[in-house]
């Protein structure tokens, strides 16, 4: 024997019985082996039966004739196997060695040979067979364990390479040993760059030493440091990472140290406007909040819980009825059910009353889809508090109701004296008497104009659908009835639905009319013309007259020059602007040559709003 028996039990892989497969050609060996092979529990019997080119075993025990009728196969086997080891146990009388030319080895204590690993002269006492077994097991069981290790390590190496994380690995002096394929991408330092490095290449700046002297100090004790910080990349610019540097321990001691970066400068960012989003939302005095589906509030601003009587705590996952009265919260519900099933912003008015702040408000909402992931989540809203704007308005409509009613009372009582002036008069005082007249005239239509613009500037501006295809006949009727001598034609299909507010027909009547009395030809002409382009009505008018003054074309086009507004014209077409913009349409003013003035409005079509 070579060495002591082994005490430690072992048999195959990981404590398993070692299969065994005795291939003697003498029938009373194979006999003795196999019941010597089942007398012990640490091995198994494989039926000797089974062709050797599919059993399953841990060592084959074969005799000389056996090996060179089975040479090539178990060669096979053995090299299928590598790098684990596949052993075979040869046993031979010791007056015939010449099995060894089967082998092509030379015989030598310790050699091991193609086919067989070790070769063992008969006859054998039990102990050395079972010795030489053991020793055989054991190489094929350490072989089978450095091949999973390999394969782990392997699969160890695949990961960290495929990991979204900047990694790499350092001595105890801290020069850098390995990077992965992350860390080039996000430091921008390739491995021949960083390997035999410092990670001090990364240093920014930003960082004090004393965050330095707490990191080192801390994984040179064997502890995990994780604290965020700012790195430098190769070209220069900042980073900021998520990083974590932990010791490999080995017996006790410090071996090397993993760093493992993740960056997040992009969430770092994020957060920052979020933060300050947060800031601006809670700074507003108008409600803002984000309900989910089923209209369960998920955020709210302090304005909202002012409103309420409740705190953000109380709000969260409940809903408007908790707080408000139930007409108002039906209605918001329903508003939020439109949202909900159309994706599209809808706008709104309520004057919701609070259970307990004991408080009333009129609120201009605009209510959003809101989105997580691209899945419709719940609704956005923002409530415009115009209380104060309502009463305001409600307190200018009254006075303007009054101004107007005396204004045009007087004014019709300066009309019918300078009528009765006029008649009794001659001369310059006649004149002056219908100049008296005109300009009474001229102020009434001021005073009707007014009170138009007041009716566009106070209707709702949520637009329907309306016929514009009818309307515009009409309009074009009533104005060739007005003014005979005018040539109107109109041209369009029969009907044309698009989305527009109730002064339209108003804005038409302005636009037929600037367009006749500024003409100064004898029979004004006008052409209408309306159509459907892609999603918009279409609607051009155009004149033959002496062009459109640059002031007009201002209050058309952008509704400016509200402070130089003097005459009825510029009211009436301040009148066309405001509707159309309420409409959610636009105004294009062009000169036409050699005269005239073609005047093109786009409306949206008419939607299922």
């Not at 540097?245 to 770092?268: H, S």
């Not at 605009?366 to 691209?374: Q, S």
Request: contains cysteine; glycine residues 6%.
């Amino acid at each position: 024997m070579n060495g002591p028996y082994p005490t430690d039990g072992s048999a195959g892989n990981d404590g398993e019985a070692a299969a065994l497969l005795p291939l003697l050609s003498e029938e009373g060996d194979q006999r003795l082996v196999a019941e010597w092979i089942e007398a012990h529990d640490r091995y198994t019997l494989v039926d000797p039966d089974q062709p050797v080119e599919t059993a399953t075993f841990d060592c084959c025990i074969l005799d000389g004739e056996m090996l060179r009728a089975h040479a090539e196969t178990l060669r096979a086997r053995k090299r299928t196997a590598e790098p684990v080891l596949l052993p075979c146990l040869l046993l031979v009388p010791e007056a015939d060695l010449s099995v060894i030319e089967t082998d092509r080895g030379e015989i030598a204590d310790g050699v091991v040979f193609e086919t067989a690993d070790e070769v063992v002269s008969m006859p054998i006492k039990k102990a050395e067979l079972e010795w030489r077994i053991q020793a055989l097991i054991r190489l094929r069981t350490q072989s089978q364990r450095l091949e999973e290790r390999t394969e782990t390590l392997e699969l160890f190496k695949q990961a960290v390479e495929a990991s979204g994380n900047a990694i790499w690995i350092s001595d105890t002096d801290g020069t850098i040993q390995y990077v992965n394929r992350e860390f080039e991408s996000v430091t921008g330092y390739d491995r021949a760059e960083a390997i035999g490095q410092s990670p001090d290449i990364l240093r920014s700046g930003a960082m004090g030493d004393e965050y330095y002297s707490d990191l080192w100090e801390t994984i040179t004790a064997g502890d995990t440091w994780r604290e965020e910080i700012v790195d430098q990349r190769s070209d220069g610019s900042q980073y900021v990472a998520d990083q974590t540097i932990a010791p490999i321990v080995e017996d006790g001691e410090v071996k090397a140290f993993v760093a493992v970066q993740t960056d997040v400068t992009e969430r770092k960012e994020l957060e920052g406007r979020l933060s300050l989003y947060r800031d601006i939302i809670e700074r507003i005095d108008d409600p803002i909040m984000i309900q989910n589906r089923d209209g369960g509030f998920r955020l709210v601003n302090d304005a909202l819980c002012s409103f309420a009587g409740l705190s953000k705590e109380e709000l969260l996952n409940d809903e408007e009825y908790a707080f408000m009265d139930s007409e108002t919260a039906t209605t918001i519900a329903r508003q939020k059910r439109r949202v909900i099933e159309s994706e599209e912003p809808v706008e709104y008015s309520v004057e919701p009353t609070f259970e307990y702040s004991d408080r009333e408000a009129i609120f201009y909402t605009t209510r959003y889809p809101y989105y997580e992931d691209g899945e419709l989540a719940g609704t956005l809203a923002i409530c415009r508090n115009v209380t104060d704007l309502e009463e305001r308005t409600r307190q200018l409509h009254v006075l303007d109701n009054v101004l107007r009613h005396n204004i045009r009372n007087d004014l019709n009582v300066i009309q019918g004296r300078g009528e009765q002036l006029k008649a009794e008069l001659e001369g310059e005082l006649a004149a002056a008497a219908d100049s008296i007249v005109a300009r009474a005239s001229a102020l009434l239509r001021t005073s009707e104009k007014s009170r138009e613009i007041t009716a566009v500037l106070s209707e709702p501006r949520e637009p329907t659908p309306i016929d514009l295809g009818q309307m515009v006949r009409d309009v074009a009727d009533e104005a060739a009835d007005d003014w005979p001598d005018a040539d109107i034609d109109v041209t369009g299909p029969t009907q044309l639905l698009v989305s527009a507010t109730g002064s339209i027909e108003t804005a038409l009547e302005e636009l037929f009319t600037n367009a006749v009395i500024h003409n100064d030809r004898e029979e004004p002409r006008v052409r209408v013309e309306f159509a459907v382009n892609e999603s918009w009505g279409t609607l051009s008018v155009r004149d033959d007259g002496p062009g459109i003054p640059e002031f007009d074309r201002d209050v058309l086009e952008s509704g400016e020059a509200i402070e130089t507004l003097s005459h009825g014209s510029g009211l009436g077409l301040w009148v066309v602007y405001w509707t159309i913009n309420h409409s959610e349409g636009d105004i294009r003013v062009e000169d036409r040559g050699p005269r005239g003035t073609e005047i093109s409005i786009r409306l949206p079509l008419a939607t299922d709003r």
